[in-house]
């Protein structure tokens, strides 16, 4: 079954407007990434009392923490990133929540990622022990200037650290940033998805749409999801008016073109969802 979830502060800052207006588009899940301007990470204990109040008194859940771990140089101290991370891993029991995002470390400009493989590698099973130690899945997304940025390093991550802790984050639109070719990528990295995000990217315009009007597949890439059975989140991350480094920006409006064309896909394709 596919479930349905989304990065809501794509639609506000707000976390009442977040809440309203996925539910008034019958999705319950939410992938925290930020409220009030502030990093999930960054937010007070009483503002996450506050955040987890309100969606337990809505009946939401998370689908992920969305952390920004993994997001620093590979040639940055890890010795500080360790404590966020083990914020990231406070909150995920807080709240609580299955799973962490993460990624694989930017690689330094001009620079062979194979130089910075091994630290890589070391890195990530680091984190993914610390994970397994506390029973939450760590979800690996692609990114372009990640080392993961293509198929086959996230491949490599995944098969070297090789722990059930260690998932992979499909992000379609951030391979067709960096050219990787999309069926490429599902087919070696189907078995080990656990989590879509659903993200289109116009190759030709340079520029992010709304779902299955881009290059990323999706409409392929979660039919064939369904029947192979893939019991996961669909994390809507549409970034329709602004795409950073560090978050994206929908709006209300934009979000209901969003979620409008996502659910379009499922219909079309008779696929389950809630």
């Known amino acids: ?16 407007e977040q809440v309203d207006v996925l539910e008034s588009h019958g999705i319950r899940h939410i992938e925290f990434r930020a409220v009030h301007g502030t990093n999930v990470l960054d937010l007070s204990d009483e503002q996450h009392e506050a ?36 914020r990231a891993l ?23 990622p194979a130089s910075h493989r091994p630290e890589v ?3 990530m099973r680091e984190l993914t022990a610390r994970a397994a130690d506390r029973g939450v899945t760590l979800l690996l997304e692609n990114e372009k200037g990640i080392y993961g940025d293509t198929a086959s ?23 067709v940033e ?5 069926d490429e990528a599902w087919w070696l990295l189907r078995p080990q998805v656990r989590h879509i995000h659903v993200k289109d990217y116009d ?34 991350e549409p970034h329709l008016i602004e795409a950073g480094l560090a978050h994206g920006f929908t709006g209300p409006e934009r ?16 696929i389950a969802y809630a």
């Open 90 to 112: 406070e909150l995920a029991l807080l709240y609580p929540s299955p799973s962490i995002r993460v990624f694989s470390f930017y690689i330094p400009p001009g620079h062979d």
């Open 203 to 236: 190759a030709r315009k340079q520029q992010h749409v709304p779902a299955g009007e881009g290059d990323g597949q999706l409409p392929s890439l979660l039919k064939d999801a369904a029947r192979a059975g893939y019991d996961g989140f669909a994390v809507l």
């Open 153 to 175: 390093r996230v491949h490599d991550v995944l098969q070297s650290v090789d722990s059930p802790a260690l998932a992979c984050a499909f992000d379609p639109a951030n391979y």
């Open 178 to 182: 960096v050219g990787q070719p999309i």
């Open 255 to 270: 979000f209901a073109d969003a979620a409008r064309a996502l659910k379009q896909i499922l219909d079309r394709g008779t």
């Open 51 to 86: 955040f987890a109040a309100l969606l337990r008194s809505r009946g939401f859940e998370l689908s992920a923490i969305g952390s920004p771990i993994g997001k620093i140089r590979i040639t940055e101290d890890m010795e500080n990133h360790l404590l966020r991370f083990g």
């Open 1 to 16: 079954m596919i479930r349905l979830s989304a990065f809501a502060d794509e639609i506000s800052q707000d976390p009442l």
């Open 121 to 123: 590698i070391a890195r």
